[in-house]
Protein backbone atom coordinates (compact mmCIF):
# COMPACT_ATOMS: atom_id res chain seq x y z
CA UNK A 1 0.00 0.00 0.00
CA UNK A 2 1.27 3.24 -0.82
CA UNK A 3 2.21 6.01 1.60
CA UNK A 4 -0.66 7.96 -0.09
CA UNK A 5 -3.37 5.09 0.71
CA UNK A 6 -1.79 5.22 4.41
CA UNK A 7 -2.88 9.01 5.18
CA UNK A 8 -6.25 10.71 5.80
CA UNK A 9 -6.25 13.39 3.46
CA UNK A 10 -7.15 13.18 -0.22
CA UNK A 11 -4.99 15.04 -2.48
CA UNK A 12 -5.41 18.15 -3.23
CA UNK A 13 -6.74 19.15 -0.49
CA UNK A 14 -6.82 22.99 1.02
CA UNK A 15 -4.19 22.61 4.04
CA UNK A 16 -3.77 25.26 6.78
CA UNK A 17 -0.40 25.51 7.85
CA UNK A 18 0.07 27.13 11.05
CA UNK A 19 4.06 28.29 11.74
CA UNK A 20 5.21 30.65 15.01
CA UNK A 21 8.04 32.31 15.29
CA UNK A 22 9.98 35.27 17.21
CA UNK A 23 8.54 38.52 15.90
CA UNK A 24 10.91 39.55 13.28
CA UNK A 25 10.74 42.29 9.97
CA UNK A 26 11.98 39.74 7.93
CA UNK A 27 9.50 36.56 9.44
CA UNK A 28 6.97 36.90 7.33
CA UNK A 29 9.04 36.98 3.92
CA UNK A 30 11.05 34.17 5.23
CA UNK A 31 8.04 31.80 5.79
CA UNK A 32 6.54 32.57 2.16
CA UNK A 33 10.11 31.98 0.80
CA UNK A 34 10.05 28.41 2.04
CA UNK A 35 6.29 28.04 1.41
CA UNK A 36 6.58 29.37 -2.44
CA UNK A 37 9.66 26.63 -3.42
CA UNK A 38 6.66 23.88 -2.31
CA UNK A 39 3.53 26.08 -3.94
CA UNK A 40 5.24 28.61 -6.28
CA UNK A 41 0.97 29.29 -6.89
CA UNK A 42 0.66 29.99 -3.30
CA UNK A 43 -3.10 32.32 -3.29
CA UNK A 44 -3.01 35.90 -2.56
CA UNK A 45 -5.44 35.33 0.42
CA UNK A 46 -3.45 32.34 1.72
CA UNK A 47 -2.03 33.92 5.05
CA UNK A 48 -2.84 35.52 7.99
CA UNK A 49 -0.77 37.00 10.17
CA UNK A 50 -2.02 37.54 14.26
CA UNK A 51 1.26 38.86 16.54
CA UNK A 52 1.20 37.72 20.21
CA UNK A 53 -0.11 40.41 22.85
CA UNK A 54 3.06 41.82 23.68
CA UNK A 55 4.05 41.54 19.91
CA UNK A 56 6.93 39.26 21.10
CA UNK A 57 5.74 36.30 18.92
CA UNK A 58 4.42 35.80 15.73
CA UNK A 59 1.98 33.37 14.27
CA UNK A 60 1.01 32.62 10.45
CA UNK A 61 -1.23 30.54 9.15
CA UNK A 62 -0.66 29.93 5.66
CA UNK A 63 -3.47 27.80 4.17
CA UNK A 64 -2.09 25.95 0.95
CA UNK A 65 -3.57 23.68 -1.81
CA UNK A 66 -1.57 20.29 -0.74
CA UNK A 67 -0.46 18.09 -4.04
CA UNK A 68 0.42 15.51 -1.61
CA UNK A 69 2.08 14.26 1.30
CA UNK A 70 5.61 14.16 0.64
CA UNK A 71 4.91 18.16 -0.51
CA UNK A 72 3.46 18.32 2.96
CA UNK A 73 6.63 16.93 4.55
CA UNK A 74 9.13 18.90 2.89
CA UNK A 75 6.87 22.22 3.64
CA UNK A 76 7.26 20.89 7.73
CA UNK A 77 10.88 20.25 7.34
CA UNK A 78 11.96 22.75 5.94
CA UNK A 79 10.14 25.65 8.16
CA UNK A 80 11.20 23.46 11.62
CA UNK A 81 14.66 23.78 10.31
CA UNK A 82 14.43 27.50 10.16
CA UNK A 83 16.36 28.94 13.01
CA UNK A 84 13.27 31.61 13.44
CA UNK A 85 10.84 29.12 13.51
CA UNK A 86 9.31 27.61 16.80
CA UNK A 87 6.71 25.63 15.38
CA UNK A 88 5.04 24.37 12.86
CA UNK A 89 2.11 22.45 12.92
Not at 48 to 55: A, I, L, M
Not at 83 to 89: G, S
Amino acid sequence: MSEEKNTQLEFPCKFPIKIMGKCHEEFEKEVVAIINKHVPDLEEDALTVRPSKEGTYIAITATITAQSREQLDNIYFELSAHERVIMAL
